[in-house]
């Protein structure tokens, strides 16, 4: 029987925040989630969505996608802190024109488990459960990868999502290239003379996968020269910023936990 990813996604501290600042961060997930849904409509069963209160859940056809997703989820709603589960498993009740919410299976049962864990946890803000033994590595790497970039400044984490609009870490046909490009709407950069980033001509190139016993994929050779351009700022800047906010090693990472995750 085939599987598939379930991802579930909950604000941390909601009851914090006041109804006001409740409403804006609303309004900025759904406008997120409608833009990730188009760059994941290959890859999405059933698309993310409110389920109940400020969690949210989507059903995705592998454990890679639904990562993949969260991945730019907490990307574009940078510095708002989440928990989030992503379960792999079976879907065993499927009901045809209905939502995500309704649909069950292990691979929710599994989602469950990893945000409930993901909660009552001190270390991990995001867990993958599939019950199988590579859990604990996949775990870790994510693990690390989160470390890494809640550390990042905003500019920082806006210099990693262009990154991946150029040079877009995904496999196979998990996201669609063409809608990619519209996460360019969300990012603010300080830019000289209203330099305006021009949609319609930035280049595209896909991340292939390579054998190798080390992962050095993540690193674009030219990257900060194509950005500096973009922005108009100073390439020595753009280096300095991706080498303090660990872009490079961050993508890496990522690569490895899609290779960790291929392997379940």
Same mark, same amino acid.
């Given at each position: 029987? #085939? ?30 989630i409608?833009?990730?849904n188009?760059? *994941?409509?290959?890859? +999405?069963? $059933? ?7 400020d ?16 991945? !730019? ?6 510095p ?9 498993g079976?879907?065993?009740? #499927? ?8 649909? =069950?299976?292990?691979?929710?049962h599994?989602?469950?488990k990893?945000?409930?864990?993901? $909660? $009552?946890?001190?270390?991990?803000s995001?867990l *993958?459960?599939?019950k ?9 790497? +994510? ?13 920082q984490n ?7 609009v ?5 496999? $196979? ?12 709407? *969300?990012?603010q *950069? ?7 980033i =021009? ?10 996968? #390579? ?6 994929e ?9 950005i ?5 700022v ?7 910023? +991706? ?6 090693? !961050? ?12 392997? +379940?």
């Amino acid at each position: 029987m #085939k599987n598939y990813s379930v991802l579930m996604i909950d604000l941390k501290n909601s009851r914090s925040y006041t109804i006001q600042d409740r409403n804006n961060i609303q309004n900025s997930i759904l406008n997120s989630i409608k833009i990730l849904n188009k760059i *994941f409509e290959n890859s +999405i069963e $059933k698309e993310v969505e409110f389920s109940a209160g400020d969690e949210i859940q989507g059903l995705f056809t592998s454990a890679q996608s639904a990562y993949l997703y969260y991945r !730019l989820f907490s990307m574009l709603i940078f510095p708002i802190e989440i928990h989030s589960g992503i379960g792999f498993g079976t879907w065993d009740i #499927k009901v045809d024109n209905a939502s995500s919410t309704a649909q =069950d299976g292990i691979a929710y049962h599994n989602a469950r488990k990893a945000i409930d864990e993901a $909660k $009552k946890s001190l270390e991990y803000s995001v867990l *993958f459960y599939s019950k199988d033994k590579n859990d604990t590595i996949i775990n870790s790497l +994510i693990n690390s990868n989160n470390l890494l970039s809640t550390k990042q400044s905003k500019y920082q984490n806006n210099l990693m999502l262009l990154a991946e609009v150029l040079y877009p870490i995904a496999s $196979k046909d998990i996201i669609d290239y063409k809608n990619l490009k519209e996460l360019l709407k *969300f990012l603010q *950069f300080e830019k000289k003379d209203d330099f305006v980033i =021009d949609i319609d001509y930035l280049p595209i190139a896909r991340q292939l996968d #390579k054998e190798n016993f080390y992962i050095t994929e993540g690193k674009k050779r030219g990257l900060s020269t194509q950005i500096s351009k973009l922005l108009g700022v100073s390439r020595q800047s753009v280096e300095k910023a +991706i080498k303090s906010g660990n872009v490079y090693e !961050l993508r890496n990472l990522t690569i490895a936990i899609l290779q960790a995750m291929n392997s +379940i």
